[in-house]
């Protein structure tokens, strides 16, 4: 969230219970509902992308300037049991909302970069592709055809998005392109010089992911960007540029985003939007794969012995100096070193056998920098 | 990340196909076969050999960066994988299939009942097309031996796998529509694609070309 801030990103708590028919953009299979009392019908919040753009169109329908907001909050997905999911899992990310042009979409990917790095992850790349790559192949198809193939290629399903726009009278070079196309991942060079043998609108994307790649260049983005011309995101509302972070070790992507902006107009407030989301699940995972996971490794110190007010008066002074305690000895420190002190009296413990000093104590425990976890 | 690209390879009637492709490209698999180790490394490439259903599930979930499997079984599975390149062999059909001869009766008895029963291996690839063309159905889920169910008036339809359409035949049933052709497919982990593009692209191009020659 740090990283989050230092770009000028406000945080943003949305309802977690929204109506279910605005959950949209997602299998209704996969929303978590519930019945009101009154009989209504109620989704715990499946995407917080959708639930971000209905407040802001309901809250912000005035505002004119650029909106930054971020979030850490959770997300509930129906999973199929016994697939090792979860069905609430934590998710971070921002979503700037108003700006449409490149230098936009340049500053979410950048944020994304700086944000994995700030949490310790050097190994992910970051996949760049553009939602209209397939569009303008398949504006050459026939209309009946097009929800198919779309929803084919948001599958993963490549033979058969393939056989539907061959059999809807795409020409068979332009399949070749297509194929060709969504095979290609890396530097946009051999695309860029070919661009106006594409189709209109695939060439206009291939068009703004040229700027966006100079861009980047100039903003020095602190992972490797890779140009993924066959990255298709799962979600349907996406307009423009999209990216995810992958890294090794981990099946899928630890974070995804892009450019959605046809959004906000379904729900009456007509504005361009970028934005991504972290899975903070499968960024840990990244991070368990690199073997370098970020753990709080300040001191916790336990008091023992002593009279209740004694203990308590040194509980104070050690915590006004900035050590963390806990009366009575803890289960459980997650992963942070204990030191157990045994109180004599107000103003002194023994420690290891010696009676010193709290404030020595305080002194030699709160050098010891507090490294909080920055999450994000 | 493993240096080797690992394979998942379904067992079953599709394996001596699959090596067969996988020699032709120029992938060792002389080790693959003659002992009945799972995982069997050669140059580069590392090969598990797993159930179709896994196959999938091992690909979708990242611990295989590539699989070969039928599409019969991506489309009973549901896995988020990504379908590279149809390889051509293992070629089966998911039909809807009711006692010969039958056909107007069930459907006179569906317009009074409102609903048919379909007795069926693959419950997922029955409802979503029984759901796409409107029909209520009860499913009734099988093992195996579904040709028998509508003999035993278990169901009045079925929906099955079938190859040559013999043992339909066999059992008195006819093909009333078919729901999908499935062939081998080289499938690919999302993120593995990514990473491994040149690689994965390299290899389905090579599998590509040699499913096209074949007659």
Redesign the interface.
């Known amino acids: 969230m740090g990283t989050f801030r230092s770009y000028g990103y406000v945080p943003l708590e949305p309802p977690t219970v929204e109506l279910a028919r605005s959950a949209a953009g997602l299998d209704e299979r996969r929303v978590l509902r519930f019945l009101d009392r009154d009989g209504s019908l109620l989704a715990l919040r499946p995407d917080i992308t959708t639930a971000v753009a209905r407040v802001v169109a309901q809250r912000y329908r005035e505002a004119r300037g650029a909106l930054r907001l971020a979030y850490f909050t959770s997300v509930f997905r129906q999973e ?1 049991s016994m697939r ?1 999911s979860e069905r609430e899992y934590d998710q971070a990310g921002v979503e700037l909302i108003g700006p449409s042009d490149r230098v936009a979409d340049a500053e979410v990917v950048a944020l994304l970069a700086d944000a994995l790095r700030a949490c310790g992850l050097a190994t992910a ?1 970051i ?1 760049v592709g553009h939602a209209s790559v397939l569009d303008g192949f398949l504006d050459e198809v026939a209309e009946v055809a097009r929800d198919d193939a779309r929803d084919r290629a948001r ?6 998005l393939l056989e539907i726009v061959r059999a809807a009278g795409l020409a068979p070079a332009r399949v070749g392109q297509l194929r060709d196309a969504f ?4 530097p946009l060079a051999p695309f860029a010089e070919r661009r106006d043998q594409l189709p209109p609108r695939s060439a206009s994307a291939v068009g703004e992911l040229l700027e966006l790649a100079e861009l980047l260049e100039a903003a020095g983005v602190s992972l490797p960007v ?1 140009y ?1 011309l ?2 298709v995101a ?1 979600l349907g509302y996406y307009t423009g540029i999209t990216f ?1 972070a ?1 890294a ?6 630890i974070a995804s985003g892009g450019r959605y902006d046809g959004l906000l107009a379904r729900f009456g407030t007509d504005r361009a939007a970028t934005g991504f989301g972290i899975a903070v699940p499968h960024l840990h995972q990244a991070l368990v794969a690199t073997g370098q996971v970020a753990i709080d490794d300040a001191p916790l110190v336990t008091l023992e012995g002593g009279t209740p007010s004694h203990t308590l008066r040194v509980a104070a002074a050690l915590r006004g100096a900035g050590v963390s305690v806990a009366i009575g000895a803890v289960a459980e420190s997650a992963g942070r070193p204990v030191v157990a002190l045994r109180v004599i009296d107000g103003t002194r413990v023994e420690r290891d056998g010696l009676v010193t000093p709290v404030a020595d104590i305080a002194a030699d425990l709160a050098s010891v920098p507090d490294r909080r976890e920055d999450r994000g | 990340m493993r240096g080797a690209l690992r394979i998942a390879l379904a067992q079953g009637v599709i394996l001596p196909d699959t090596l067969k492709a996988l020699a032709a490209v120029g992938l060792p698999v002389d080790g693959l076969t003659g002992h009945r180790r799972l995982l069997v490394r050669a140059d580069g490439i590392e090969y598990v050999l797993a159930r179709p259903q896994d196959v999938a599930t091992y690909v979708a979930h990242g611990a295989a960066e590539l699989g070969i499997v039928g599409r019969d079984v991506l489309l009973e599975s549901d896995e988020d994988v990504i379908e590279l390149v149809d390889l051509g062999y293992g070629v089966c059909r998911f039909v809807v299939a009711a006692p010969a001869g039958s056909l107007d009766r069930s459907l006179e008895a569906y317009q009074h009942l409102g609903s048919l029963e379909v007795a069926t291996k693959y419950p997922r690839v029955a409802e979503r097309h029984f759901q796409r063309r409107g029909i209520q159905v009860e499913l009734i889920k099988l093992s195996g031996a579904v040709e028998l169910a509508p003999q035993v008036g278990l169901s009045d339809w079925i929906v099955d796998l079938v190859s040559t359409g013999r043992t339909l035949r066999e059992n008195g049933l006819e093909v009333v529509e078919e729901i999908a052709t499935c062939s081998a497919r080289l499938i690919a982990n999302r993120v593995a694609y990514a990473r491994e593009r040149q690689r994965i692209a390299e290899l389905a191009d090579r599998l590509e070309a040699w499913a096209g020659a074949r007659p």
């Open positions: 199929h090792g790349e996949d599958a993963g399903d490549l033979v058969s095979r290609h991942r890396g890779r993924d066959g990255l799962p995810q992958i090794p070790g981990l099946g899928s992507a």
